[in-house]
């Protein structure tokens, strides 16, 4: 890093045409998205997004830039860098510059094991022709990180965390870091930009032109921010090598343009790419052209899940096209819309036929067909039941899917801790975050819904800790997203304390139209709080309501005395199922007699008053009816002394 250093400052004072010229560099990229689900597997026009971000923002092209305060407008730099994706690999064959790994790891830390297959990351390209650009799920609020100058070939690039790449439409995962600065944060290191402190008080980052500043700023600080005597206009927060929000970092400065371009002067670090191919063109495709072949990220996959399909092997050239086609029978084949690159992603719901028509002036030529088969599917058998056991945590099992709403890095994953029944078991696990409350999403496969039926979700849950109360709601909805969830809340509890498990019944849901629906338990406790444990999750059909019941007439005596013999009391006219029920005051509340469920019952008292009967009917997906509400007057036998009064009963009780 020294004699790197030495070789800039040399480049700097004495820059030679490399280091400052009028001619565009333009850097090729290679993408290597490691997923572990499919929410992380970001669309291929989300890192495109991202490379419009880079471009624009390394070209003083970015529309925010006219947010830069005046007196520093005049240093704003178009560094004369550019960015591709990739379209010729380092065989010399065309590709589509992104590489896509299903991952078993559920997020990646600084160690660089992101950057090695046999870790469960993806291998790097050659760094000499290159930049490699990982993205995938980093731990514990990570948003990137990158390799100066000068390091080993193998982990050279940059890593960022998916929710990071690019800027809406093609982001949308909200917060303050989704318009792609985290990428041009992280290049600007990997081109040998420091952090504009210096990463001390007060420090020096070997550039003329960023004012001195005491530390890094967040946020959006208010202009000026005056710091380290660098008054009268304070820190250059709004630099891309600070530490604010993305919409508040807007420019890179001339001094250091000038300090990344040092880098590409011969014998710098960077040098190399000045000759690489990667964005190169190729000839003129050959008619007819070769199709190559077609492969796809999984081969079997559960009903719902998003599946990447790549082309390789076809004869490429300028004025080659590609048309993407799906069929259910590989025989009737349809247009995939928009689907017309290299690669394209498709969300397979059944047993799924993939192929890509490749053009070259009059000829049009298939490539073979691929198969992606579809385990499980819809639910349309109840009741449905899941434990969460049959997986390895901390996967879910086939067509469960979560969303971390809020792209805070904590979410809901199949955990080993505290199930209630077998080895797994849902977990909100510990937010660590103080300021941010949960807002994750744990989701139903689709269920197959009849209209006019009710349905309803039942599941088992608990806190780890009484200290830390947390709280759910359950949801449902069309698809399997937070946005979707319109249906309405069907359960909530804000205080969940109990660390034995509760079991939790929705109300009822019955969809106007027949169809595919989901549940969606939303995990939505404050911050700061600990472990929410979900398990054994149920889901019921209730047919609607074909015979309603009709609660019929209480007849028996209206007096009966208390002690042995008491009164029986039938029920006539009515239909459905039969349950007992007394009240000590007129209207209720009413209490279940316990097996009472014939249409005759036996009252005996020991204590004298006044009690109200009545019988409740139910039947299947209907609505409960009453019968009348009938009076019974208990009376004091003579020469009975009542010491222990015991309410109303269906069995006896001794007295005296």
Partial sequence: MDAIEKFVQKQIKNPTKQTNRSALITIPVVFHVLYNNSTQNISTAQLQSQIDVLNEDFAALNSDIANVPTAFQGLTANTQIQFCIASVDPNGNPTNGIIRVSTNTSSFGTNNAIKFTAQGGSDAWPASDYMNFWVGNLTGGLLGYAQFPGGTAST??????????GRPPFNTFGGNFNLGRTATHEVGHWLNLRHIWGDSNCGNDFVADTPTQQTSNGGCPNFPHVTCSNGPNGDMFMNYMDYVNDACMVMFSTGQSTRMNATFAVGGPRNSLLNSVGCGSLAQCIDPPTPGQVSASLSSVCAGTLVNFSLSGSSGGVGETYQW?????????NNISGAVGLNTSLTISSNTYVRCNVTCGTSTVSTPSTMVSTIGGSISTFPYTEDFDGVTSPAMPCGWTTQDNNADGFEITNETVNPRSGTNCPTYKWNTNTTTAADDWLFTPPVNMTAGNNYEITFWYRARSATYAEALEVNWGTSPTSSAMTGGVIFSDNNITSTSYLQ???????PSTSGNYYFGIHVNSLADKYDLHIDDIT???????SVPPVGGTVSGPANIEAGPGGGTYNLSAYSGDIQWQFAVIPGGPYSDFPGSTSPSIDVISSSPGTYYLRAKLSGIGCADAYSNEFTIVVDLRTGDIITKPIVLSSANYSYT
């Fill in 504 to 510: 939790a019944t929705s109300s009822l849901v019955s």
């Fill in 325 to 333: 086609q799906q069929s259910t029978n590989n025989s009737t084949w």
């Fill in 539 to 545: 889901i019921n059909e209730i047919a609607p309501c």
């Fill in 156 to 165: 050279d690039g940059v890593v960022c965390l998916y929710t990071s790449i």
